[in-house]
């Protein structure tokens, strides 16, 4: 059971937008930055937005987070079919450290 | 670009021990912290723990609290976790990641991740 909760799997066509969620509480999402990585098939996880909405070098502008209380969404417009993958929130908690949500997949019909 | 190489994979008996290597560049090794995050089979993302290599100060999740140790040779800027106690759930790919600067951390760059059976 993770400390931060996310949708399994969310699917959309190429060329949509989609919106995932990620919802946590008091101890976590309340009172730190929202991290977001994204992990294709096969690979190690990779950065995608940081310090709840910024973006590093070379993530393009299509994906967007955003924090509100104790949740937070990663955005992601113009899908393509490059773009399945898992998806995974972390913050800091102040009693366990790093926690991550339990990943969501998400496929590109 | 920075590069976090790890060891190769590794299979363990019950109740025995694992270690898993991590080398960095000596920049990464001297500004930053190492953490290590696991993922079981088909599973999330957890943290395991991590280390400041200048001041070889490690820190630990609560869950592996007594069972891993974490440290770090500046000789050789490489980064190294021990589990003790293996048990078919420890059997993950462990990966270590680059820390970087923030009031929340967060991991910019990752090794190739080193699957560990048990």
């Known amino acids: 059971q993770s400390v931060l909760t996310q949708p399994p799997s969310v699917s959309t066509a190429p060329g949509q937008k989609v919106t995932i969620s990620c919802s946590g509480s008091?101890?976590?999402?309340?009172?730190?930055?929202v991290t977001w990585y994204q992990q294709l098939p096969g690979t190690a996880p990779k950065l995608l937005i940081y310090?709840?909405?910024k973006r590093p070098s070379g993530i393009p502008d299509r994906f967007s987070g955003s924090k509100s209380g104790t949740s937070a969404t990663l955005g992601i417009t113009g899908l393509q079919t490059g773009d399945e993958a898992d998806y995974y929130c972390?913050?800091?908690?102040?009693?366990?450290?790093?926690?991550f949500g339990g990943g969501t997949k998400l496929t590109v019909l | 670009q920075v590069h976090l190489v790890q060891s190769g994979p590794e299979v363990k008996k019950p109740g025995s021990s694992v270690k898993v290597s991590c080398k960095a560049s000596?920049?990464?090794?001297?500004?930053?912290?190492i953490s290590w995050v696991r993922q079981a089979p088909g599973q999330g993302l957890e943290w395991m723990g991590g280390?400041?290599?200048?001041?070889?100060?490690?820190k630990y999740a609560q869950n592996f609290q007594g069972r891993v140790t974490i440290t770090a040779d500046k000789s050789t800027n490489t980064a190294y976790i021990e589990l003790s106690g293996l048990r078919s759930e420890d059997t993950a790919l462990y990966y270590c990641?680059?820390?970087?600067?923030?009031?929340?951390?967060?991991?910019?760059?990752w090794g190739q991740g080193t699957l560990v059976t048990v």
């Open positions: 000596r920049d990464t090794f001297n500004d930053y912290a």
């Open positions: 972390g913050t800091w908690d102040t009693n366990l450290g790093v926690v």
């Open positions: 008091s101890s976590n999402i309340g009172i730190s930055y």
């Open positions: 990641a680059r820390e970087m600067h923030s009031s929340t951390p967060y991991f910019d760059a």
């Open positions: 310090d709840n909405n």
């Open positions: 280390i400041l290599p200048i001041l070889d100060v490690p």
